[in-house]
């Protein structure tokens, strides 16, 4: 099988260099992305606590911008310095490239220091935020009336993202496929994944099949006790150790009795690897599905976000589109 599969492929696909392994699950609330490049610089100036936005520092321009765009202000209040949850927050959830990107792309980012006196400080006074405090996200309407609720829980990436996805509904816009995919993934992630391995004849087919199916989150092809498995993460709430087995039995894949043994694969997501999509940062959960449409030689670009597109103009297409 892995033959065949090898050979249809090289027909396909050029040598793109070697592939990045998509590692192991997170098992905190961040999303898990996955390159072989090196994350984006900062923009010029900022300060750890603001991540890799590029926030407007003046909120009489950031209404000024929303009144011309019809976008919602998406204004953080953040320490800058600040102590380690502001940094951590700047690090983590306002360093994701696909939060960054839905925050530049949909919102006028604006950025009040909570620390500050001057125009900062009028900031704080006009919303009734406390100074000195916690990272809080508002997200407004031109006459800063707020669009959602306050949102003021830093410890995870899951808040913002559901604000932001709410936001554009209230705001009568369309909720990209990204981000909706994303919110999916940090939910499942904070909820709590269960894991289950299961056996089958080629892991290459058991990937691209576990991959599509709704509440897969993460897979990992490899052997155990001599045979090729897959191991899958999946969010218990939407499906079941029992569910998969049964939505795959046309393939004749068996659960294993347990998860321990597992080795895993040097070529995981191996239809994705045969293409230039493997030089894209995605999360574990776009990449599973990505290379299930792959691997049926269908288009996965409506699962990414322009920015990730724009990655794939840098050589020709490997599907032709």
């Not at 991540?51 to 209404?63: A, C, I, N, P, S």
């Amino acid at each position: 099988m892995k033959k065949i599969l090898t050979l249809f492929f090289a027909g396909v696909s050029l040598v793109f260099g070697s592939f990045w392994v998509f590692g192991t699950p997170n098992t905190n609330t961040e999303t898990k992305l996955s390159s072989k490049e090196a994350p984006a610089a900062a923009p010029a100036g900022n300060p750890e606590e603001l991540g890799q936005v590029h926030w407007l520092r003046d909120l009489d321009t950031g209404q000024a911008e929303a009144q011309k765009t019809g976008k919602p202000i998406l204004i953080l209040f953040q320490e800058v310095p600040g102590c380690s949850n502001c940094t951590r927050y700047g690090n983590t959830t306002l360093s994701d490239p696909l939060i960054v990107e839905a925050i530049e792309t949909y919102f006028v980012p604006v950025c009040i220091y909570n620390n500050k006196g001057g125009k900062d400080a009028e900031a704080l006074q006009r919303f009734g935020e406390p100074a000195w405090n916690n990272p809080v996200v508002r997200i407004v309407r031109a006459d800063y009336q707020d669009v959602v609720l306050r949102i003021p829980n830093f410890r995870s990436s899951l808040p913002l993202v559901n604000g932001m996805r709410r936001a554009l509904e209230m705001s009568g816009r369309e909720v990209p496929l990204y981000v909706e995919l994303l919110e999916e993934e940090l939910s499942a992630r904070e909820a709590g994944l269960q894991v289950a391995t299961f056996s089958m004849y080629c892991f290459w087919t058991g990937e691209g099949t576990f991959g599509a199916l709704p509440g897969v989150i993460e897979t990992q092809p490899g052997y155990q006790d001599g045979r090729e498995v897959v191991k899958v993460w999946f969010d218990p709430s939407v499906t079941s150790k029992a569910e998969l087995e049964r939505q795959t039995q046309p393939k004749n894949f068996t659960a294993c009795a347990k998860n321990e043994g597992f080795r895993v694969d040097n070529e995981p997501k191996y239809y994705m690897a045969q293409t230039d999509y493997k030089r894209i940062k995605m999360t574990s959960l776009q990449a599973c599905r990505v290379n299930s449409l792959i691997g049926k030689n269908q288009s996965p670009d409506h699962l990414l976000s322009p920015r990730q597109l724009a990655q794939l103009k840098k050589v020709p297409h490997p599907l032709g589109h």
